[in-house]
């Protein structure tokens, strides 16, 4: 065996510090980011507000940015800067030319969250056929529940809640609180875990020997089975080893803090990082002005710095720290704007046509597109928002995956989600659609998809099971 010396050539994308900072930088939200310069402004004197610092412009030599070109090439700048191109390869971008169409917009709009559980219920109590003063009993009964989904609050205390010209009692407190708990989610409004567990029991379709094995645990034995003592609860409901096995694994399924799944009562705001507008028959993608940081070199302090050959000082350090911060405020908005553009190019029929003509869309789609690395487009897409005129969207929201069509073309699952949607909102009162339904009538429309996922979907959708739209609609005496 003989020691052998080889050569071997290859490229390799150098990660500076500069570049890590610019790859984390990226993907922040526009409210973080503009955090992010501020906090680089208040410990660095060479980056300046330009809306501020108008006059130490004026004073400035103008000549001193030339001179701040010569010396980019003689420090580890130019090192970042040239692995940044590499890993953003972009056009010219002007963020001067990055101005709304219509002056009154508010970039400020509201995130797009989840329902909350009082939203939700509120909007089953609005389909029940009762009359205005139940339905006032109702909604009050609704405001009383905690975001957990349970009534902590004593019927009398609701009582007292109630307006004065409803002239309720307790028998109305009741008949409305039979009302809510048949809504969804199974299990709202009860008024202790036992009775929650008890609601979700009553309402399964299991083994009935495992339900009702169950359920006598829940009536009786909450206190055994929460220390885990399984030979005394055999012992005490007399069942065979594997029937209290199926009760226990039934148990685990059920869900003792129903409104969890649901979204929050805090109000978030984003600012929107595009503005999506028409323009001569096109949906053009325009950075938001009011996102892009007002910076620039102090050319006042470079001025005085011109000349100086002190690479490694700390003041020239916090230069270069300047110069970088201002090219990655470029670069982060030109690489916004090109996967923007790109993904509106893509969902133009979205734009024209609403959730329906979504089209399936993946990251690497993008990225190949715009000569981007996958990683660059999924942080680009994570928490920046476009505004358009259909509403306030994440950029995610115009990805997804895609199910089969009888003509073999995929079909987007969003699109998909938007059809159940139209399909339930026109639903008859008497006879809604169940999942089984809803996949037959999809099929129709040539989408193939499995009952399983329709399911899924329609959870997705806070739109509740065939039997409790059923159960809602019912008049109840």
Known sequence: MSASLQFRAGHQLTMTPFL??????????????????????GTNPFIENTELEDGLDEAADPGASESESESDSQDIEAQADGALDEWWTGEGFDLRSSRPVDDDWDPMMRVPSRPTLREHLHQQAGCLRIGPRDRVIVQTLIDAIDASGYLTTPLEEVLALCPPAVEADQDDLRIALLRVQAMDPVGVGARSVAECLTLQLQA?????????????????????????????????????????????????SLTPRPGAGFGTEDTQFVVADVIVTRQQGRWVAQINPEVIPKIQVSRYYANILKGRREGGSAVSQQM??????????????????????????????????????????????????????????????SRKYMATPSGLFEFKHFFGSHVETAAGA?????????????????????????????????????????????????????????????????PML
Not at 218 to 245: M, P, T
Not at 420 to 440: F, G, H, M
Request: charged share 25%; proline share 3%; aromatic share 4%.
């Open 20 to 41: 890590q900072r610019s790859i984390q930088l990226l993907q922040l939200s526009s409210l973080e980011f503009q955090q992010q310069v501020q906090e680089l402004m």
């Open 320 to 381: 270069r720290e300047a110069r970088w911060l201002v090219r990655n405020v470029e670069q982060r908005f030109e690489t916004i704007q090109r996967v923007a553009q790109a993904i509106i190019d893509h969902q133009s029929r979205f734009f024209d046509y609403g959730p329906l003509a979504m089209r399936p869309l993946t990251l690497g789609e993008i990225a190949d597109g715009l000569g981007l690395h996958e990683s660059t487009v999924s942080r680009v897409t």
């Open 410 to 474: 995929p079909c987007s699952s969003i699109a998909v989600r938007a059809l159940i949607t139209e399909l339930v909102s026109t639903e008859s009162s008497d006879r809604p659609l169940s999942d089984i339904k809803l996949t037959r009538l999809l099929e129709q429309r040539g989408i193939k998809v499995a009952r399983r996922t329709v399911s899924k979907y329609r959870d997705a959708l806070q739109i509740p099971s065939v039997d409790v739209r059923r159960m809602s609609h019912r």
């Open 204 to 252: 399964c379709d299991h083994d009935l020997v495992a339900r009702d094995l169950a359920l006598r645990i829940v009536s009786n034995h909450l206190d055994v089975l929460a220390v885990h003592d399984f030979q005394r609860l055999q012992k005490a409901l007399g069942c065979e080893a594997s029937a209290l096995q199926a009760a226990t694994i039934l148990l685990r």
